[in-house]
Nanobody, 126 residues
């Protein structure tokens, strides 16, 4: 049973950067596909970025391509989301999630994820 805990959220001006962290426990090493999702107020949760084990594959939402980077540090069992050139529309609660069975094709579908963190809020001021 994996446990996920996000950190690193906060408030930033448009154009700024933040790095979110997701600490993964309950396993000796990250073997699952992991992802970051976000949910803005009044909107559905959407997939932001996906990473397969050993960083063999990455997927990004079109809205964040070239600005966000997902990565992992297996020594620390931590997943990161580096967010640059932030925009007000990036304001949301960001969630870390892991798949029990890696599904790259449906990486942005919530139903493919079995483990979720509680989220960390990000606010981007214009």
């Amino acid at each position: 049973q994996l446990q996920l805990e996000e950190s690193g959220g906060g408030s930033v001006q448009a154009g700024g950067s933040l790095r979110l962290s997701c600490d993964v426990s309950g396993t000796s090493t990250i073997r699952s596909c992991v992802a970051w999702f976000r949910q803005a107020s009044g909107k559905e949760r959407e997939g932001v970025a996906h990473l397969s084990p050993l960083s063999t594959s990455r997927r990004y939402a079109d809205s964040v391509v070239g600005r966000f980077t997902i990565s992992e540090d297996n020594a620390k069992n931590t997943i990161y989301l580096q967010m640059n050139s932030l925009k007000p529309e990036d304001t949301a609660v960001y969630y870390c999630a892991a798949q029990r069975y890696c599904n790259i094709q449906d990486w942005d579908s919530e139903w493919t994820y079995h483990y979720w963190g509680h989220g960390t809020p990000v606010t981007v001021a214009s």
